[in-house]
């Protein structure tokens, strides 16, 4: 009698236990995090409103500035710093406003934002190799916008042969000399420049 | 021992609660003219691959299992279900930008080159959406060729 009375304990006891955490997810996944997402996201419009008004392009080059930040954590080999930078990234990447561009650079960009904000997201949950897959297909979408914006910087567009089984991959940075965000410390100096632009 | 009785029959009357709360549940009569497969000619075992494996969670129409009916089971269902067709709907494939097919295609072909999808939670009761290695190579050629043609 005592052991039924200890299974039947037990079993409701794992029973509870798979409530509180439903419940617990439930509960999380509603009200909080949108709205702090919300906030961070006001908060960001706020701070490139205003550097609009200075800057026509700040938009464009905060979101280079942030792909530069994440390009570093992948050659630093920082799988962290690489997910924290990704988010960042793609919370600038949805505060992009392509209202200034004409109707069809307006409708590349969003296809651009829509892909490359996705690809961020990715990078903010994955693991390293597939941080590095993301990001090769992110660098294209960078490369575009960049196409379409401009910008004031000089950046390099880089590439490296060996990276996806030989099939190459390409990057932007704002340094000439190679630091290879695909391989890091594995082999930091392969690629050489493609481009250079401004 | 009254603690646990107590433990006991609250436990059971909260699982007996949770069976009341509905899930909205992923069905739908029609396919869509978006569909992958009204857009593309897809040959027809591909077809019938893609259906068995993956279109429960990336589409919007599920073949729910028994055990669908059961809470907590259809809150994780259908957790996953809205996971999967928010990072891939195969019936919303026509509003998708070309730019979005092209990385959607490769995500498709680098998760089953890694055996990452279909799900091993997935499989393990639906043993008919196991892909063969035969099914891969097929499904990862006609991916690649639809991609290429793409770019």
């Known amino acids: 009698m ?3 009375k200890r299974t039947i304990g037990t079993m409701a006891l794992a029973a509870i236990m798979v409530l ?43 979101i280079l500035k942030d792909y530069f930040n994440l390009k570093d954590a992948l050659v630093g080999d920082d799988n962290d710093k690489a997910k924290e930078l990704g988010a960042t990234l793609a919370s600038t990447l949805g505060s992009f406003d392509a209202s200034s561009y004409s109707d069809s650079e307006q ?19 994955s693991d390293m190799a597939h941080q590095r897959e993301h990001f090769k297909i992110l660098s294209k979408d960078v490369t575009d916008m960049v196409a379409i914006t401009g910008t004031e910087m000089k950046i390099y567009e880089q590439f490296c042969p060996m990276y996806d089984n030989n099939k190459g991959g390409a990057w932007l940075s704002m340094n000439e000399e190679i630091r290879n965000p695909y391989f890091g410390d594995k082999m930091l100096k392969c690629g050489k420049v493609q481009r250079e632009i401004n | ?6 433990i006991a029959w609250l436990s059971l009357v909260g699982l007996i609660v949770i069976q009341f709360f509905p899930i909205t549940l992923n069905e739908s009569d029609t396919v869509p003219q978006s569909d992958f497969m009204v857009v593309n000619q897809v040959p027809a075992t591909i077809k ?8 429960d969670c990336h589409s919007n129409n599920t073949d729910y299992p028994w055990y669908s009916k059961i809470q907590p089971a259809a809150w994780y269902l259908e957790d996953h ?7 891939l709907n195969f019936n919303e494939w026509a509003e998708y930008s070309d730019r979005r097919k092209n990385s959607k295609l490769r995500s498709i072909i680098s998760q089953i080159e890694e055996d990452k999808m279909p799900l091993d939670s ?13 099914d891969k190579r097929m499904i990862i ?3 690649t060729a639809l991609k290429d043609s793409l770019e």
Not at chain 1, 20 to 48: I, L, R
Not at chain 1, 114 to 120: K, L, N, S, T
Not at chain 2, 122 to 134: G, K, Q, V
């Open chain 2, 81 to 87: 279900i809205q996971e999967g067709k928010d990072e």
């Open chain 2, 48 to 55: 019938n691959r893609l259906q068995v494996s993956c279109y």
């Open chain 1, 107 to 125: 409708q590349d960009l969003k296809d651009i934002m829509e892909d490359a904000i996705e690809h961020a997201e990715h990078i903010s949950e």
């Open chain 2, 1 to 6: 021992m009254k603690f646990l009785k107590i």
């Open chain 2, 122 to 134: 997935y499989t393990l009761i639906h043993r008919d959406a196991i892909l063969s290695d035969e």
């Open chain 2, 141 to 143: 050629d006609y991916m």
């Open chain 1, 2 to 4: 005592k052991t039924v």
């Open chain 1, 20 to 62: 509180t955490v439903s419940c617990k997810d439930g509960s999380k996944n509603e009200p909080a995090a949108p709205m702090s997402n919300e906030m961070h996201q006001e908060s960001m419009d706020d701070k490139d409103d205003m550097a609009m008004n200075e800057n026509q392009d700040a938009k464009a080059e905060a």
